[in-house]
């Protein structure tokens, strides 16, 4: 990993950060922050993580076509797998990782209103 590439842990922070501005926070670094963490989960040899990767590539497309139910299902989707991904996980990215997939779920739930 060279010294341009985010860590995980600044992924998380930062899209922690993304999402507590809301959707439209969010929305407005969904291109990047989703770039980052598909290029982070692919690289390992978690094949839960692998399988968020390619969630988000799913989200990456219904976000580019603009389809609110699809989106959210994607949302709703992804964090349960970052809850469950917590539970592998150490330290304070435990509690992190709760909070991102709270976030994500409800994000989900504001978009199927």
């Given at each position: 990993?060279?010294?341009?590439?985010?860590?995980?842990?600044?992924?998380?922070?930062?899209?922690?950060?993304?999402?507590?501005?809301?959707?439209?926070?969010?929305?407005?670094?969904?291109?990047?922050?989703?770039?980052?963490?598909?290029?982070?989960?692919?690289?390992?040899?978690?094949?839960?993580?692998?399988?968020?990767?390619?969630?988000?590539?799913?989200?990456?497309?219904?976000?580019?076509?603009?389809?609110?139910?699809q989106?959210?299902?994607?949302?709703?989707?992804?964090?349960?797998?970052?809850?469950?991904?917590?539970?592998?996980?150490?330290?304070?990215?435990?509690?992190?990782l709760?909070?991102?997939?709270?976030?994500?779920?409800?994000?989900?739930?504001?978009?199927?209103?």
């Amino acid at each position: 990993m060279n010294s341009s590439t985010p860590t995980g842990s600044d992924q998380l922070k930062a899209t922690l950060s993304a999402l507590s501005g809301g959707l439209d926070g969010a929305a407005a670094v969904a291109g990047s922050n989703l770039d980052g963490w598909i290029q982070i989960l692919q690289d390992s040899d978690n094949v839960a993580l692998t399988d968020i990767a390619h969630e988000l590539e799913n989200l990456q497309g219904y976000l580019r076509g603009g389809d609110r139910a699809q989106i959210s299902s994607s949302l709703h989707t992804l964090g349960q797998h970052t809850a469950n991904a917590a539970s592998a996980a150490e330290g304070d990215t435990v509690e992190k990782l709760h909070q991102l997939g709270q976030a994500l779920t409800s994000a989900a739930n504001q978009l199927r209103f």
